[in-house]
C-alpha cells in the first residue's frame, strides 16, 4: 500500500506538521521525528493529529525513539516503529476500540458497610514463624553477605605501576636537502632554505709596506739678467722651473735688476716641493713664470742641493688583500649568529653553506702606499646562509624509524636524539648531502585494558605473578591496594587503574 512519508523538523510544531500532511494523498501517512530533538511530545499533539489523518481517510503510524511518545501512541492506538524501512516492510495494525462495559455498582447494607470498615483498621495477627530465631538469623546472614559482597565491589580500590623494559633503536640515514624539494620522504629528500643578514665590521692590521716620504726642500741660487734697458723688481715667490716637467723654485727674497742690456743679480730660491727630486745640476733652470720672462732671463751657475727624502712604513697591497681576508672571517663569525637568529630557534643552519653575496661598502683608511703604520678597513657585507626546519629533520628521523620499529613497541615520546655525522657537501645538482644519526628510546605496547581485565579479582600474589611473566618489564610491577590490608584485586574494572611509567 502507497505510504506517504513525512519528516518533522525540530522547529515543527502542531499546524506546520497538520499542513503536511494534508498534502499526502496516500492512505497510510509516516510521521519521522528528528533523531535527537524532542517535537510534538504532548498527549493533546497525538491526539490531533490522529484526528486529523482520520479526517484525510488516511491511517497514521510514527517512526520515533523518544518513550514518551512511543507511550501516548500506545494509549491511542497508534503504531510505531523504530525506521521506515521496518515501517514499510510489515503491516500496520489498525486500532480497536475499547469495548468498556458499565459496572453495576453492589449496594451494601449499612450493617455490612458498618463491619467492612471495622475489619479494615483492626490489625491481623502475624504469622507465627515470621518471629522465630532461625528465620531472624537467616535475615541476618543474608544483610551482612550482601553488605560484604556489595563492600568487596565498590570500596578497594588498586593502582599497578608499570615499567616497561626500554629499548635503543638507531638508525643512519643520508639527508639531501635541495629548495626544489617541497616536503619530506623516506629517500632523505627535505626542503632546503634560505636566509640572508647584513652585517658590518672593521680591523686594522701594522704595515708591512714602504714608502719614501720627502723630508727637506732642496735650495740654491740663481741668476736674473735683464734683456731691457729700464730696472726691474724681482719679488719674493717669483717662480722658476726646468723647461717643461720639473720641480718648480720659488725666490725666498726680493731683489732689483739694474737698468741696462745684460745687468745681472743673483737671488737665493728654494724648491716648491721638498725631497731629493729637488736636486739639480748647475745649468739647468731655465724659465720664469709669469710676465717676468719677458723682461728676465734665468739660470743656476751652480747645483740646486740639499733636497732629502725619508723611508716610512705603508700599508701595500699584501696587507690589504690579508686585512679583508681576516675582516670577512671575523664577519662570517658574526653573520652566522645573525643567520642564526634569522632562520629561527627551530631550525638547522647549514654552516657550510654561509657565503658573502654582496660586498655593500668598502672604506680603507689610509689609501695604500701612504705613510702609515697602520691599514684600517671597514667593510659592510651581505652573506647568505641555507637552513633545513628542525620539524621536519625530525619528521623524516621519526619515519625512518618507524618504517624499521618492532612490532608491539612504541616510541618513548621526547626521546629522540639527532646527529650529524658528516659536513653538508654540494653536488653537482645543486643540492647539499649529508649524513644523519637518529636514536630513541622505544618501549612495548602495555594495553592497559587487557591487564585490567586479567588481573579483576585476582588476590594480589597471582596478579603479580601473571604481570611478571606475561608483560617485559623493566623492574617488577607493583601493585599498591586500598585498603592495604585487602588480599584480592577489586572486581570492577573501574576500581583498578594502570599507570605506565616511560623510561628516562
Known sequence: MKTQIIQLEHHDDIVSTRDKMTWGKTPRLLLVWPEKERVLTRRLDLVLLQRHSRSLGAQLALVTGDPEVRGFAGELGIPCFNSVDRAQTVRWRKPRRK??????????????????????????????????????????????????????????TAVIDLHPAAQIQEMSLPVLAGTKFQSVNLAGQIPLHWTTVVVEGQDTIPSTGKTVVPLLPASGRVSFTNLTDHAIEIPVGTVVQVIGQGPRYQTTLSARVSAGLG????????????????????????????????????????????GRDQASPAPSSTDLALLREKLLKNLSKSA??????????ESSLLTPTIRVTNIASEKLDPPLNSPSDYLTLSLQ??????????????????????????????????????????????????????????QR?????????????????????????????????????????SPPWWPWLPFLPFRIQVTTTSPG
Open 99 to 156: 469495548i468498556r462495559f458499565a459496572r453495576r455498582k453492589r449496594r451494601i447494607q449499612p450493617e455490612q458497610d458498618w463491619r467492612e470498615q471495622r475489619d479494615a483498621f483492626i490489625p491481623r495477627p502475624e504469622p507465627a514463624w515470621i518471629g522465630s530465631l532461625p528465620v531472624r538469623l537467616v535475615a541476618l546472614f543474608i544483610g551482612l553477605a550482601a553488605v560484604i559482597v556489595l563492600v568487596a565491589a565498590l570500596i578497594p
Open 441 to 481: 628510546t622505544i618501549s612495548p605496547s602495555i594495553p592497559s585494558e587487557q591487564v585490567v581485565r586479567q588481573v579483576a579479582g585476582l588476590e594480589k600474589t597471582r596478579a603479580l605473578r601473571w604481570l611478571s611473566s606475561t608483560l617485559a618489564l623493566q623492574s617488577p610491577a607493583v601493585i599498591r591496594l
Open 381 to 438: 657585507a651581505e652573506f647568505q646562509a641555507g637552513y633545513v626546519d628542525q620539524d621536519e629533520l625530525v619528521a623524516l628521523a621519526n619515519s625512518a624509524l618507524d618504517a624499521g620499529l618492532k612490532k608491539g613497541y612504541q616510541p618513548v615520546k621526547g626521546s629522540l636524539i639527532m646527529e650529524q655525522v658528516s659536513q653538508p657537501v654540494l653536488d653537482s645538482d645543486g643540492n647539499y648531502r649529508w649524513r644523519m644519526r637518529a
Open 336 to 345: 652566522q649568529t645573525d643567520l642564526a637568529v634569522t632562520s629561527g630557534a
Open 263 to 306: 745687468q745681472s743679480v743673483e737671488v737665493p730660491v728654494q724648491c716648491l716641493a721638498p725631497g731629493r727630486s729637488g736636486n739639480l745640476p748647475a745649468n739647468t733652470i731655465q724659465a720664469i713664470e709669469g710676465p717676468l720672462g719677458l723682461s728676465l732671463t734665468v739660470s743656476n751657475a751652480g747645483a740646486i742641493s740639499g
